[in-house]
Structure formats: structure tokens, C-alpha cells
Nanobody, 123 residues
Framework: QVQLVESGGGLVQAGGSLRLSCAASGNIFSIDRMGWYRQAPGKARELLATITSGRNPNYAASVKGRFTISRDNAENTVFLQMNSLRPEDTAVYYC?????????????????WGQGTLVTVSS
């Protein structure tokens, strides 16, 4: 079993900053891509940013220049630094990871999601 646990969400005023963290634990052999998504009420889940194991980031146009994704491979943790927050950034933020595990000598690969953390940006 592999778990992702997000933290760092909360209430912030427009123009403010928050830093989200997501720690992976469990039967982990390696983690390939890690990413952050969000889902606002009544909207589809949106991909925000991804980062490879080699720490190469990619961003959605909606957050490029405001959000920064990073990771600590030793701690199996991914971060999302969010600056210049806007009311439209209000959503539940989820982390995601492609995880390889070794079970009974067999390598398995799973797409794992965290439970989400709420970010609310007031105007």
C-alpha cells in the first residue's frame, strides 16, 4: 500500500501565498512523475503542474509564473509554492504520483492520489 498525504491548505487573502506539501509513504520502490491538480466546485479536475524524478517541471498556463513545483526525492515529498493567489484559485488541491512497488518479487506500478487539501482565497 502507498499513501499520499497533503498538507498546507487553508484560508488566505488574495495576493497571498501558501505552500502545499505531499508526502508519500508505504511500499515504495521508486516514484516517477509527481503532480498537483485542483478541483473547484462544479468544475472538472485540472492539472496544474508535474515534475519528473529528475526534477524537470511543467506547468499549466493558468498557474505558470505564480506556482512552483518542487520535490525532495529522499523524502518522497512534492511541494507546490503558490504565490499571488486569486479568488479563482479556490479549490481542493490534490497530489498525484506514479509509484513503483515491489510485491512478492514482482514490480507493480500504480497511479496514487492524495485525499486533497482545501485552499480558499478571499477577495
Amino acid at each position: 500500500q502507498v499513501q499520499l498525504v497533503e498538507s498546507g491548505g487553508g484560508l488566505v487573502q488574495a495576493g497571498g501565498s501558501l505552500r502545499l506539501s505531499c508526502a508519500a509513504s508505504g511500499n515504495i520502490f521508486s516514484i516517477d512523475r509527481m503532480g498537483w491538480y485542483r478541483q473547484a466546485p462544479g468544475k472538472a479536475r485540472e492539472l496544474l503542474a508535474t515534475i519528473t524524478s529528475g526534477r524537470n517541471p511543467n506547468y499549466a498556463a493558468s498557474v505558470k509564473g505564480r506556482f512552483t513545483i518542487s520535490r525532495d526525492n529522499a523524502e518522497n515529498t512534492v511541494f507546490l509554492q503558490m504565490n499571488s493567489l486569486r479568488p479563482e484559485d479556490t479549490a481542493v488541491y490534490y497530489c498525484n504520483a506514479g509509484v513503483a512497488s515491489r510485491e512478492l518479487g514482482i514490480m507493480t506500478h500504480r497511479d496514487v492520489w492524495g485525499q486533497g487539501t482545501l485552499v480558499t482565497v478571499s477577495s
